[in-house]
């Protein structure tokens, strides 16, 4: 009996033992993991303050678009025997550099594309590929804290081609004012006092002249969507045949890793370049001025493959 009592007794106390034991270990669980969490939150907030430390942001995105075709005794079709194809690239680099009491942010833009047909009935044809796409713009801008979102500025800004007739015509804006950047995705750039060379060569009807530039650039990021847009606008105080402005737009959304989907477009209004391309083009009779040019609004897209570096 005695014996029975106490191998009750031992194993009562062993229940208690050992549930107070794993008691103690839920909670001393509990107390790590709630020490881990505070931990991760410190590195996280660290992370978050090393992204926003200012200095130098390097990177890329760019867009590839292309598409090759081939067809032989498709009767169906004018050309039943040709081969065709579309191939487009735009870069975008950037690197900005952010300090306690200036900025300075330099951007490209590069949209080359070269376009081929090839009719194999017609063996004289030309039957390589063709430059289509034709875009180079440089920007640098620099500004100096009057206030927290106000900046003594100066910026440079340079636009021409690579492909064909590289710098004729090419422009470059020089100038000073101020920038204001009331969030940090957008950036407006007003310099009244702003010169812009036009560089040619031989007689043309390209001039250069002094006046106002307007640069605002937006971008933007939503999840695996990134956004850009830019808006540069001069203003000749000479005549505004010599004014000009471009805006661009760039779309690109992640799919797998740094891949993904882009989308490319932009609008251009200059008369210089319209008048130029006129007179080049012109048949017997007289020749196109500024008052009967037929300026037209300058368009382009790209739609294709992204790539985020």
Same mark, same amino acid.
Request: charged share 20%; aromatic share 16%; net charge negative.
């Given at each position: 009996?005695?014996?029975?009592?106490?191998?009750?007794?031992?194993?009562?106390?062993?229940?208690?033992?050992?549930?107070?034991?794993?008691?103690?270990? $839920?909670?001393?669980?509990?107390?790590?993991?709630?020490?881990?969490?505070?931990?991760?939150? #410190?590195?996280?907030? +660290?992370?978050?303050?090393?992204?926003?430390? /200012?200095?130098?942001?390097?990177?890329?995105?760019?867009?590839?678009?292309?598409?090759?075709?081939?067809?032989?005794?498709?009767?169906?079709?004018?050309? /039943?025997?040709?081969?065709?194809? #579309?191939?487009?690239?735009?870069?975008?680099?950037?690197?900005?550099?952010? @300090?306690?009491?200036?900025?300075?942010?330099?951007?490209?833009?590069?949209?080359?594309?070269?376009?081929?047909?090839?009719?194999?009935?017609?063996?004289?044809?030309?039957?390589?590929? $063709?430059?289509? !796409?034709?875009?180079?713009?440089?920007?640098?801008?620099?500004?100096? *804290?009057?206030?927290?979102?106000?900046?003594?500025?100066?910026?440079?800004?340079? @636009?021409?081609?690579?492909?064909?007739?590289?710098?004729?015509?090419?422009?470059?804006?020089?100038?000073?004012?101020?920038?204001?950047?009331?969030?940090?995705?957008?950036?407006?750039?007003?310099?009244?006092?702003?010169?812009?060379?036009?560089?040619?060569?031989?007689? *043309?009807?390209?001039?250069?002249?002094? &006046?106002?530039?307007?640069?605002?650039?937006?971008? #933007?990021?939503?999840? &695996?969507?990134?956004?850009?847009?830019?808006?540069?606008?001069?203003?000749?105080?000479?005549?505004?045949?010599?004014?000009?402005?471009?805006?661009? !737009?760039?779309?690109?959304?992640?799919?797998?890793?740094?891949?993904?989907? &882009?989308?490319?477009? &932009?609008? @251009?209004?200059?008369?210089?370049?319209?008048?130029?391309?006129?007179?080049?083009?012109?048949?017997?009779?007289?020749? /196109?001025?500024?008052?009967?040019?037929?300026?037209?609004?300058?368009?382009?897209?790209?739609?294709? +493959?992204?790539?985020?570096?």
């Amino acid at each position: 009996m005695k014996k029975i009592l106490f191998t009750l007794a031992f194993l009562f106390t062993g229940t208690i033992v050992f549930g107070q034991t794993l008691e103690e270990l $839920k909670d001393a669980k509990k107390q790590k993991e709630d020490s881990v969490s505070a931990i991760q939150g #410190r590195i996280d907030a +660290l992370k978050g303050q090393i992204d926003e430390y /200012p200095g130098w942001k390097t990177g890329a995105f760019g867009t590839i678009g292309g598409s090759l075709s081939q067809f032989n005794n498709w009767y169906a079709q004018g050309f /039943p025997n040709n081969s065709a194809g #579309r191939i487009g690239i735009t870069v975008n680099p950037y690197a900005k550099l952010d @300090r306690e009491n200036y900025f300075w942010y330099n951007t490209a833009q590069i949209n080359l594309g070269w376009v081929k047909f090839d009719d194999k009935d017609k063996p004289t044809e030309d039957d390589g590929f $063709k430059e289509s !796409n034709d875009v180079f713009n440089l920007q640098s801008l620099f500004g100096y *804290s009057l206030t927290e979102k106000l900046f003594a500025s100066t910026l440079l800004e340079y @636009r021409s081609t690579i492909l064909n007739n590289f710098n004729d015509p090419g422009y470059l804006d020089l100038g000073v004012g101020i920038t204001w950047k009331p969030i940090s995705q957008l950036t407006i750039v007003v310099h009244p006092l702003n010169y812009n060379f036009v560089f040619s060569s031989g007689d *043309s009807v390209f001039d250069s002249s002094f &006046g106002a530039k307007i640069l605002a650039t937006y971008e #933007r990021k939503i999840g &695996g969507l990134d956004y850009k847009s830019n808006f540069s606008m001069f203003q000749s105080y000479k005549s505004s045949n010599l004014s000009n402005w471009t805006w661009t !737009n760039v779309f690109s959304y992640k799919v797998w890793k740094n891949i993904g989907l &882009g989308f490319e477009f &932009g609008l @251009r209004d200059n008369k210089q370049e319209a008048l130029n391309f006129a007179i080049n083009n012109a048949g017997e009779g007289e020749l /196109p001025t500024f008052d009967t040019v037929d300026n037209k609004l300058q368009t382009y897209w790209l739609l294709g +493959l992204s790539y985020d570096f």
